[in-house]
């Protein structure tokens, strides 16, 4: 899986970075790089529950994520 991270900086000047593939992931930073860490680190935390909910394949996970 290969997941693609939108960043862009809000008129207040924070940073907003979302999980395109994740409808609803997505995450306010200082800058853009902790923006993304943190839309990074939910999608795992999305991932991970799908996962022990029965909601994802039964095979290995590969997961992979580029910016936009």
Not at 1 to 17: I, N
């Amino acid at each position: 899986m290969t997941f693609t991270v939108e960043y862009e900086r809000e008129d207040d000047g924070r940073w907003l970075a979302e999980v395109l593939e994740l409808p609803g992931v997505l995450a306010y930073g200082a800058d853009s790089d902790e923006a993304i860490a943190k839309a990074q680190a939910l999608a795992l935390r999305v991932l991970a529950d799908r996962l022990e909910h029965g909601e994802g394949k039964p095979d290995f996970v590969s997961i992979s994520f580029a910016a936009a």
